[in-house]
């Protein structure tokens, strides 16, 4: 995933709610700021008018939704010109930034690039002493790299930024944009492996996926796969876009048709690419990153006794658990009054029966 947030130095912000997708998109969160030269050094950024789903925030300073960038060690040198400061990047998310998977390094890092070039009171102003330049929204930007992995609330190292400011401007607006891999936070919150008792064994099978990310997710090109007594099956790549809103589910199945799943609100089918075995199985989902396969879930279980009732879906009690094992005690069974569709058993697209704060 990729991912865009933006700063101009003074006004204001005007954030964009961000377009997230397996596969490298821009999502736009522009951070308008204002730096005064003369006196006393300062950058400062004030919010606009927020966007879709967006909250009002300070970035450079303050917070964001999304990221907070502070500026320190504030400076102008009238003999050389050069206003200078130190920037850091702090994580907001829940999601990890600078990596696809919350561990593996991004090939370009978290990148801190220009949206617009500095605009002076009173005369031009030029970046100096970037990293690079190269397309993001545009060609040729400019742009700062912070290689690092920065979990939520964590802050980066601060990266020295210089700009030659001639005599005479007394400060500058610009706009500049956070573009980084971001880590998915897809959990398996809900499986129904041995449907039996309300439809037919080979339609009913269900899993429920949570989005305990801060940033919706596109399903569209991961895989998913189960691994029975005989082995893992051949991944199957989600071919449509399925949308999981931030602390939202969607049910991945054998099928959408209510008739012979049973009644369960199947939002995409994957037809017999997966079959969950009624004893031992695991189910994973994953994503495709160059020639790699990174797993961002997956959960196990061998007890038919506890994980494939009939018709009787196994629950996580909380999100936040390890869910690594379904017959284990961070799993429940749906409640006997969790009834869905021709009578099976569990809350597919809701909060688990088993839900425990």
């Known amino acids: 995933m990729l991912v865009a947030a933006g700063v101009l130095v003074a006004c204001s912000d005007q954030p964009v709610a961000p377009r997230v997708s397996p596969q490298p998109a821009d999502g736009l969160q522009a951070l308008d700021c204002r730096a005064v030269v003369l006196g006393t050094p300062s950058v400062r950024c004030s919010p606009a008018t927020p966007g879709a789903g967006q909250a009002q925030g300070t970035i450079i300073g303050g917070q964001n939704i999304l990221v907070t960038l502070t500026s320190t060690n504030l400076n102008y040198d009238a003999g050389t010109d050069v206003f200078s400061m130190d920037v850091t990047v702090q994580n907001l998310m829940n999601e990890a930034m600078g990596t696809p998977d919350g561990v593996t390094p991004a090939a370009g890092g978290i990148m801190v690039f220009f949206l617009e070039e500095p605009v002076g009171a009173g005369g031009s102003v030029d970046v100096i002493e970037q990293d690079g330049n190269a397309f993001f929204t545009n060609a040729n930007q400019g742009y ?15 990266q020295p930024w210089k700009f030659n400011v001639p005599a005479g401007v007394s ?20 499986v129904l492996v041995n449907p039996a008792g309300n439809t037919r064994e080979t339609d009913g099978d269900w899993v429920e996926i949570f989005n305990a990310g801060s940033l919706p997710v596109d399903l569209e090109n991961l895989v998913v796969a189960d691994s029975a007594a005989s082995g893992r099956r051949p991944y199957h790549k989600i ?13 991945l199945g054998t099928t959408t048709n209510t008739t012979t799943n049973g009644g369960v609100p199947v939002d995409y089918a994957w037809g017999s690419s997966v079959a969950l075995a009624s004893s031992l199985d695991a189910f994973k989902v994953a994503r495709v990153v160059g020639s790699d396969t990174l797993t961002l879930d997956r959960t196990q279980y061998s007890q038919a006794s506890v ?19 379904m017959d284990g005690s961070n799993w429940g069974s749906a409640s006997v009054t969790s009834v869905y569709g021709d009578g099976g058993r569990g809350t597919p697209k809701a909060q688990n029966s088993a839900y425990t704060p």
């Open 171 to 190: 400060s500058f607006k610009f706009r500049v944009l956070v573009s980084t891999e971001v880590q998915y936070k897809l959990v398996i919150n809900e």
């Open 144 to 158: 700062q790299t912070y290689n690092e992995i920065l979990h939520k609330d964590e802050i980066s190292q601060p």
């Open 307 to 325: 994980s494939a009732q009939d018709g009787i879906s196994r629950e996580l009690k909380n999100p936040a658990l390890d869910n690594s094992n």
């Open 239 to 251: 071919s449509s876009s399925v949308i999981v809103p931030s602390g939202g589910y969607v049910v």
